[in-house]
């Protein structure tokens, strides 16, 4: 997958979770389950196709976090956004981090 691809992605999964953010203040629940059983997923297989620094996900990572103090109704702090990557048998959303994940997630599809 070539880098101007995967800028090209991330850019409509910027545009998407805005767009949801806009259903998330009258349908909090709806916009919750869309991001976690199908634009989630969108971020992760870019993060396994291609390789490149995480920064690159600082972008999709701020619309994540409006998307959840929209969702929530109250700011998101670095602590309470750990707190939401976890999975819900945790306690948290499910809601996982691109920046802290990218890595992990290349290295995943290496291994599989």
């Excluded at 981090?97 to 995943?108: D, F, G």
């Amino acid at each position: 997958m070539d880098f101007a691809i995967l800028v090209e992605q991330l850019d409509k999964l910027i545009e998407q979770l805005n767009t949801l953010n806009d259903i998330a203040q009258e349908e909090p629940q709806c916009a919750y389950a869309t991001l976690v059983f199908s634009l989630q997923h969108k971020y992760t297989f870019l993060q396994r196709a291609i390789k490149v620094d995480p920064d690159i996900y600082k972008p999709l990572e701020e619309a994540l976090r409006t998307l959840l103090s929209t969702i929530v109704g109250w700011p998101i702090s670095d602590k309470l956004r750990s707190l939401m990557a976890l999975p819900a048998r945790m306690g948290g959303l499910g809601v996982k981090n691109p920046c802290e994940t990218a890595e992990r997630e290349n290295r995943a599809s290496k291994t599989i």
